[in-house]
Antibody, heavy 119, light 113 residues
Framework: EVQLVQSGAEVKKPGESLKISCKGS????????IGWVRQMPGKGLEWMGI????????RYSPSFQGQVTISADKSISTAYLQWSSLKASDTAMYYC????????????WGQGTLVTVSS | DIVMTQTPLSLSVTPGQPASISCKSS???????????LYWYLQKPGQPPQLLIY???NRFSGVPDRFSGSGSGTDFTLKISRVEAEDVGVYYC??????????FGPGTKVDIK
């Protein structure tokens, strides 16, 4: 069974750093891209970027380039999303999802990590 | 960039009745490989999105056959033949023809009358 399990909810202050994780299991982690999707409170879905854990090839949405860093550790089947300096506007639910490369869609999703940034 | 629009943005349906959601893209989603890169997701309350339909009309594993997708080029439709209480949530269309840029529609909220 394909599973993506994300790290737990975080409460941070503006300016702090953060790294959240997404651990894949039940499939070959290095053979599929992993994507990150943001959902701000009460809003829709926004694609942030994708990473290929096999070689760490990473692509970012122009809206998020320079704002976050996506990485992966294939030895532990885990992808990461990190911020160096959080802002209140980063408050959102963040989902990781597996990207199938048949025609490039997200077929399995993590349960989400809620990030709250507040002073 | 491709812009995705959905109509209506909200829909209230009587159980057992049909429902239909439209999704339009600003550019054709038909790829030179002959496939159309249009997908549908349902996000139930408090849950992550789940894949319903891929490549316009193919139901994902475990998706009930009351869900169907159709369309071509820039115009697509998701239909629910008989809405059930468990179908409430927000429905999103998504395109991926413009890799690596993925775009979601704004979402259509479906609730039960």
């Amino acid at each position: 069974e394909v599973q993506l399990v994300q790290s737990g909810a975080e409460v941070k202050k503006p300016g702090e750093s953060l790294k959240i994780s997404c651990k894949g299991s039940g499939y070959s982690f290095t053979s599929y891209w992993i994507g990150w999707v943001r959902q701000m409170p009460g809003k829709g879905l926004e694609w942030m970027g994708i990473i290929y854990p096999g070689d760490s090839d990473t692509r970012y949405s122009p809206s998020f380039q320079g704002q976050v860093t996506i990485s992966a550790d294939k030895s532990i089947s885990t992808a990461y999303l990190q911020w160096s300096s959080l802002k209140a506007s980063d408050t959102a639910m963040y989902y990781c999802a597996r990207l199938t490369t048949v025609t490039y869609y997200f077929d399995y999703w993590g349960q989400g990590t809620l990030v709250t940034v507040s002073s | 960039d491709i812009v995705m629009t959905q109509t209506p943005l909200s829909l209230s349906v009587t159980p057992g009745q049909p429902a239909s959601i439209s999704c339009k893209s600003s550019q054709s989603l038909l790829h030179s490989d002959g496939k159309t890169y249009l997908y549908w997701y349902l996000q139930k309350p408090g849950q992550p999105p789940q894949l319903l339909i891929y490549e316009v009309s193919n139901r994902f594993s475990g998706v009930p056959d009351r869900f169907s997708g159709s369309g071509s080029g820039t115009d697509f439709t998701l239909k629910i033949s008989r809405v059930e209480a468990e179908d409430v949530g927000v429905y999103y269309c998504m395109q991926s023809i413009q890799l690596p840029l993925f775009t979601f529609g704004p979402g259509t909220k479906v609730d039960i009358k």
